[in-house]
């Protein structure tokens, strides 16, 4: 089974090229957004697997969206996209769900390699987080 995946980019170019990568690499693209309000409407219909998320767009920040997400109990591994490589959007999105940050412009090689470490490690997270919570239930 292939994972689903939600692009969320406002860059019309960036975000075709991004489908195309992730279609021809085996991936599902079960949806796409423009902004925040759709990418909160789409990921809360759809559960995706994987939410790629642009850090600026339009009415909600793609940070914000995060945050939402959250508090809404969202399960999948949100990837923040940037072309900003500054430690406050770094800092900001440590404070949400985000698992990782892939820059811009996109790289196809580099692009593929982050985004399969980063939902390893998310994996490894989640599967650490239920055997923590199996061993309190044991005590």
């Not at 085996?26 to 642009?54: F, H, M, N």
């Amino acid at each position: 089974m292939s994972l689903r995946v939600v692009v969320v980019e406002d860059e019309t170019l960036t975000r075709i090229d991004l489908i195309e990568i992730l279609k021809e690499n085996g991936y599902d693209v079960v949806g796409e957004a423009t902004d925040g309000i759709e990418a909160v409407e789409i990921c809360k219909k759809l559960q995706p697997d994987i939410v790629l998320l642009d850090i600026k767009i339009p009415y909600i920040s793609g940070l914000k969206v995060a945050n939402i997400l959250k508090e809404d109990g969202f399960k999948g591994c949100i990837i923040i996209l940037t072309a900003y490589n500054i430690a406050e959007y770094i800092q900001e999105a440590s404070n949400t769900i985000v698992m990782g940050y892939i820059l811009k412009p996109i790289d196809e090689p580099i692009f593929l390699e982050r985004l399969k470490l980063i939902y390893k490690n998310y994996k490894l997270y989640n599967d650490l987080k239920k055997e923590v919570e199996e061993t309190k239930k044991k005590l």
